[in-house]
Each structure stands twice: as structure tokens, then as C-alpha cells.
Nanobody, 125 residues
């Protein structure tokens, strides 16, 4: 079974930094394509923050461009989000999304998106 888990959230002062991690685990994984960070603040729609392809190409929301950096380590099936110059408006639950191909118990190959449970980031003094 494929699982996605985030870590690294917490309380950070405005102007500070935080590093989030997202790991995809499972002994039946074939490949991981695009990985994405989303965030959702109370009362707001879910927002796409950043995307990284398997080859390392990246894309950012305008609101985080120049402050956040997305990266990944394909050997560890792990993605990172380095958050610098954090602002109160960055407060949200941050969720990881991964496009994964995997083998079922019967040996067939499937592809779909998997989501993590999220990690809370709070920017406050």
C-alpha cells in the first residue's frame, strides 16, 4: 500500500524559516511523477503552492515565488519545501500530493494521486 506522510510543520516567527518534508512509502511503488505542495487555510480554498517534476522542473505560486524552494530526492522518494521569509499569510495546513504508479497485489500496474494528512504551519509572533 502506498502512503504519503508530511513532517516539519510548526510555529515560526514572521521572517523566519521552516523546512517541510514529504515521503512516499510502500514496497510496490514503480515510479513517482509530479510532486506538489498545497496549502489550505481556514475558510479558504486549497491552494497549489509549488510543483516539482520527476526531472526537477519547478513551478511556484506567485505568492511564494522568491521565498519558498521546492526540491526532491528521488533516491529517498522525498520532497522538501524550504520556506524562508515566512509571512502570517503563509499560515495553513500544508499537504503533499504525489502522482504515483504502483503494482497491485495481483501484479497489475495503476497510476493515481496520493495525498498526505497535512502538517500545520503557523506564522505568528
Amino acid at each position: 500500500q502506498v502512503q504519503v506522510g508530511e513532517s516539519g510543520g510548526g510555529l515560526v516567527q514572521p521572517g523566519g524559516s521552516l523546512r517541510l518534508s514529504c515521503t512516499v512509502s510502500g514496497n510496490n511503488i514503480s515510479s513517482i511523477f509530479d510532486m506538489k505542495w498545497y496549502r489550505q487555510a481556514p475558510g479558504n480554498q486549497r491552494e497549489l503552492v509549488a510543483t516539482i517534476t520527476k526531472d526537477g522542473n519547478t513551478h511556484y505560486a506567485d505568492s511564494v515565488k522568491g521565498r519558498f524552494t521546492i526540491s526532491r530526492d528521488n533516491t529517498k522518494n522525498t520532497m522538501y519545501l524550504q520556506m524562508n521569509s515566512v509571512e502570517p499569510g503563509d499560515t495553513a495546513i500544508y499537504l503533499c500530493n504525489a502522482d504515483v504508479t504502483y503494482y497491485t497485489t495481483y501484479g497489475s500496474k495503476w497510476r493515481r494521486d496520493f495525498w498526505g494528512q497535512g502538517t500545520q504551519v503557523t506564522a505568528s509572533s
